[in-house]
C-alpha cells in the first residue's frame, strides 16, 4: 500500500508502527477483554491511560504541575463553545482576535457572555513588540484566548494541529 502524506489540519498521517500497534489492541486492549472503543471511562484501564496521557503530555511539552490539563472531545470549532463553557466563571472573557478562527471563536464566546476583542489582527505586530516576542504568521492555526479581567485572568491557549 502507497503511503498518502496528509499535513492538513486536522486528521494527519500517522506512524505505520502507531497504526500497527492500534491495529493489534483494537479487539482486546492489553488484558481488558475488551477493545478501548468499548471501555468504561471509569474503568481502571481507561484511567491508566489518561494517566500515562497526562504524564506524557507533562514531560514532553514541560507543562508544569500548578497547570491544569483538559481533555476534551470534538474538533476545534466544537471548542469555540467549549472553551467559554468552561473557562467564563465571570461572564466577561477578551479575545486576541487574529483572523477568521478566533473571530469565529469570539462569536461563539458572545452567546455565553460578554466577550471582547482586546487586540485585533491590524494591531498584533505592535502588542507582540510590546510582549518583547516575535510576531508569528497570521497564517499559524493558533488561537488565544484571554479569559477573565483585572486580577483574576486566566490564559488559555489552544492549538490546533
Known sequence: MARVY??????????????????????????SGQSVMEMSHRSKWFDAIITDTEATLRRVMNIPDHYK???????????????????????????????????????????????????????LPKFFVELGKAVASRNMNWETWIAGHEDEFKAIVEKYA
Open 69 to 123: 490539563v483538559g481533555f476534551f472531545q470534538g474538533g476545534a470549532t466544537q471548542q469555540f463553545a467549549m472553551v467559554p463553557l468552561n473557562f467564563m466563571t465571570t461572564g466577561k472573557a477578551d479575545y486576541i482576535v487574529t483572523g477568521n478562527f478566533s473571530n469565529l471563536a469570539a462569536k461563539e464566546a458572545a452567546k455565553f457572555g460578554e466577550a471582547g476583542a482586546v487586540i485585533l489582527e491590524r494591531d
Open 6 to 31: 496528509n499535513f492538513s489540519a486536522g486528521p494527519s498521517m500517522l506512524p505505520e508502527k502507531v497504526l500497527k500497534q492500534a491495529q493489534a489492541e483494537l479487539l482486546e486492549y492489553g488484558d
